[in-house]
């Protein structure tokens, strides 16, 4: 149930971010490098597909890692490095088999991967860390530490998590 609550947490933010980069900051620098490649509108299935799978990835293999270890540096480093190369798959990938593709559109993206999967896995860990959300139910001794840690320590929002709210 908490993967759950990292997932959707994680899908809000990187939503929110991207959906800013997408249709307000970078919506005519894309039009003008890669318009032509473009479709008239954006296929919402496989847009859809690629939100729910990277956000998962991104949850499993950095935000719940760094959130159960409470490790910020792992959650900065390895956010940083799953959106490099994610992003360096796709750019790198149309730069070697697209005819047009431009080394501009690749030299915005890969900071853009970078700078997303870090925005996305910071913002997401402090909301749940700040909440003190648990991480996982593996079994109820596994995360007694954490429990405790959670419910005795103060957060930096004073009614977040508090049983008093």
């Not at 910020?72 to 940083?80: D, E, F, G, P, Y």
Request: hydrophobic content about 55%; overall charge positive; aromatic content about 14%.
């Amino acid at each position: 149930m908490e993967n759950i609550k990292t997932f959707l947490v994680a899908f809000v933010v990187f939503l929110g971010i991207d959906m800013l980069w997408l249709t307000v900051i970078a919506q005519k620098f894309y039009k003008s490098q890669i318009g032509h490649l473009m479709a008239d509108k954006a296929r919402l299935l496989p847009a859809a597909i690629f939100y729910l799978l990277f956000i998962a990835a991104l949850a499993y293999f950095v935000i719940v890692p760094a959130l159960e270890h409470q490790n910020l540096t792992k959650l900065i480093v390895s956010a940083a490095i799953f959106g490099l190369v994610t992003y360096a798959t796709y750019d790198l990938t149309n730069m070697a088999t697209l005819k047009d593709w431009p080394l501009l559109v690749t030299v915005v993206d890969l900071p853009r991967g970078t700078f997303i999967s870090l925005a996305v896995s910071l913002v997401t860990y402090l909301i749940l860390f700040v909440s003190g959300i648990p991480i996982q139910e593996k079994g109820k001794d596994q995360n007694l530490a954490w429990r405790e840690y959670a419910t005795k320590t103060p957060r930096f929002v004073p009614f977040i998590g508090s049983k008093k709210c």
